[in-house]
């Protein structure tokens, strides 16, 4: 597949910076400054707190975010507490003395995995021999990437679809770093990684562009988003970050029946006419394709425009969905058919993220059952002291209020333990659904579709996806 990137970069989402002030009445301002940019490279951790001298200076980053901040020049006392669900914090990184010094810049890179975090700092003079050439400081942050390849890696920086040279532009192993390298600006580079030693790659970024006068630090981290090489590439340009997944990743979809009877089984058709062969054939309400709809099982497409279309089993003369989507490479989707069969479905697609987080699990709900449009969700924990699992929902207060019909609660930061779910009207006057005791872990990603139960009770029941037993209550 030809994938053609350029790394002009696009902010991935914020972070707050506190207490950096630009007040040009503020003596302290006055005096000479640095600039240091905090990098969050380990994969399974939480959003983190940087400190400085004891204070947030940066909080809550997200793995793969940068934020810059410009301390005077001195020696200050770096540290890294991670954010717990509940917003309780831990130190994960040991405060550790660091000096600022006049005509440099910094990075403080949080790497490794949780229960071994370290930081890796960069001193940067800026230099630099040619204003249009491309200047890239390239550091090795996945420890993943070690563990795949059974020690240091290989990279190779070359022309679009040239041959692997039989030398590597470098070798480095786990937080080790290179550069600065200046090499002229093109639109037709291509990025390699093999282990050292081995002509196998591992990585291939495809063709990416390397503009003039940029000043870039790429850093290959783990790949938490899908296919099969160890690591991406995290490309920093100041404060701004993207992420160069390798070429042959493609996307992946996943599908579940959730529109109500009297809808019938139905078979899905990928990128082929309804009177072609079916991808999946006979699906029934409350089932799912992948049937086994565990985290990380999809249907495997190319990156691009892909035809999704549903008919009733069997029936190639009509359409209930036809819909092209729009996939980029990475891009992992969740479609629901739902709705009502006589009024036409309604095609319902939720993004996916599967990055598992060491201290915490991640909850999604996503609201299908058309029949109740808001309603209100309830997780309540099980009785603290190992009793049964709660009956009531008590005075607790709904984790999604108002909750509408074909919205996504997106993945929620939850403590690990035991819970019960509650589905009620948005008055809180009627229950839909009481779920069974479930139990959430560390690292876990879970989501839950809640759709209406054709049985004659006609009441709410959910399908359960991801690291839930595969299967409805």
């Known amino acids: 597949m030809k994938t053609k990137f350029a790394l002009t970069m696009a902010l991935a989402g914020s972070v707050m910076l506190v207490g950096c002030s630009d007040n040009d009445d503020d003596p302290v301002a006055q005096e000479p400054t640095s600039k240091v940019r905090a990098v969050h490279a380990v994969s399974d951790a939480p959003a983190v707190t940087v400190l400085i001298d004891g204070s947030a200076a940066v909080s809550g980053a997200e793995f793969k975010q940068a934020a810059v901040i410009s301390p005077t020049l001195g020696t200050y006392s770096l540290a890294v507490d991670a954010i717990l669900p509940g917003g309780s914090t831990t130190t994960v990184i040991d405060p550790s003395d660091v000096t600022l010094e006049e005509g440099f810049s910094y990075d403080v890179i949080a790497v490794g995995k949780v229960g071994n975090i370290e930081s890796v700092v960069l001193a940067d003079d800026g230099d630099r021999t040619d204003a249009n050439a491309v200047r890239l400081r390239v550091a090795h942050l996945s420890p993943g990437a070690?563990?795949?390849?059974?020690?240091?890696?290989?990279?190779?920086?070359?022309?679009?679809?040239?041959?692997l040279p039989a030398d590597a532009t470098f070798s480095f192993s786990f937080k080790e770093n290179v550069g600065p390298l200046e090499v002229p600006a093109a639109d037709d580079y291509q990025i390699r990684v093999t282990p050292t030693g081995s002509d196998t790659v591992v990585y291939d970024s495809g063709e990416i562009a390397l503009p003039a006068g940029a000043d870039l630090l790429v850093g290959a981290i783990d790949n938490t988003v899908f296919g099969n090489s160890p690591v991406s590439l995290l490309v920093i340009n100041g404060s701004d970050t993207s992420e160069i997944l390798d070429a042959g990743t493609g996307a992946?979809?996943?599908?579940?029946?959730?529109?109500?009877s009297p809808t019938p089984n139905v078979d899905i058709f990928l990128n082929e006419d309804p009177?072609?062969?079916?991808?999946?054939?006979?699906?029934?309400?409350g089932e799912t394709v992948p049937a086994a709809a565990i985290t990380g099982a999809y249907v495997v497409l190319d990156a691009g425009e892909n035809r999704v279309a549903v008919t009733a089993t069997g029936v190639t003369s009509s359409t209930a969905i036809d819909e092209t989507l729009e996939l980029a490479n990475g891009d992992l989707k969740t479609i629901l058919a739902a709705g009502v069969l006589a009024d036409g479905l309604d095609t319902l697609v939720f993004s996916d993220d599967n990055r598992r987080i060491a201290t915490e699990a991640k909850l999604r709900v996503i609201h299908g059952a058309i029949e109740a449009p808001t309603v209100d969700v309830f997780l309540v924990p099980t009785d603290a002291n190992g009793g049964p699992a709660a009956t009531l929902i008590g005075n607790a207060t709904p984790a999604l209020d108002d909750f509408e019909y074909g919205k996504s609660s997106g993945y929620i930061s939850v403590a690990a333990g035991d819970y019960v779910v509650f589905i009620t009207s948005a008055d809180g006057a009627t229950e839909y659904f009481k779920s069974g005791n479930l139990s959430l872990e560390n690292r876990g990603v879970y989501t839950a579709i809640a759709r209406l139960n054709e049985s004659p009770d006609t009441?709410?029941?959910?399908t359960l996806m991801d690291d839930f037993v595969v299967g409805p209550l």
Do not use: C, Q, W
Not at 252 to 260: L, T, V
């Open 459 to 462: 009441v709410a029941t959910v």
């Open 146 to 163: 070690e563990m795949a390849a059974g020690g240091p890696v290989d990279v190779y920086l070359t022309a679009f679809g040239a041959p």
């Open 252 to 260: 992946g979809i996943r599908a579940a029946h959730n529109s109500s």
């Open 275 to 285: 009177d072609m062969s079916p991808a999946a054939t006979n699906v029934a309400f």
